[in-house]
């Protein structure tokens, strides 16, 4: 078990949580950074792709866009889950998504100690799948 790999993700969570979404320290420089589904999967690489695909994702938010994790659990000695609750008010439908009780997931891959790759699910049950975990397989450590 690689606890070190655990505690960067949770370091990188409590950042997000408070809406810090600027520090890239724990970011392997040619990092792939994906949005696996959502209103507009793809692809990015390294830190100003990145920051580009994370960007164009907070300019859809009215409200400060908000994360609160659930919990985390090691896949793997280079994977840990990030199980996520997202809120904040779009400005094109005004729909706040803590109404759609948004549960969505995030897989960062880790090698020696930077993130390699992220990939953001808006869709829990998809992460899963992807994984080959069901929800009661998927349990988290808080």
């Known amino acids: 078990m690689s606890q070190e ?3 960067l993700a949770r370091s990188i969570s409590r950042d997000w949580e408070r809406g810090d979404y600027g520090s890239v320290d724990w970011a392997h420089p040619e ?3 994906v949005f696996a589904d959502g209103p ?3 692809t990015w690489r390294g830190l100003s792709g990145m920051a580009e695909g ?3 994702f907070l300019s859809a938010w009215e409200r400060r866009f908000r994360c609160v994790v659930e919990g985390y659990r090691e896949l793997d000695d280079e994977r840990v889950l990030v199980l996520q609750h997202w809120g904040g008010r779009g400005k094109t439908s ?9 549960k969505a997931a995030t897989v960062l891959h880790i090698r020696d100690g930077k993130v390699t790759r992220l990939v953001i699910y808006f869709d829990r049950e998809r992460a899963f799948a992807d994984l080959g975990l069901s929800e009661q397989d998927a349990h988290v450590d808080s």
Not at 94 to 102: R, S
Request: charged share 15%; net charge negative; aromatic share 10%.
């Open 5 to 7: 790999n655990v505690d």
């Open 94 to 102: 005004g729909l706040e998504v803590t109404q759609m009780t948004a």
């Open 31 to 33: 990092i792939e950074y």
């Open 40 to 42: 507009s999967p793809g």
């Open 54 to 56: 994370w960007g164009t």
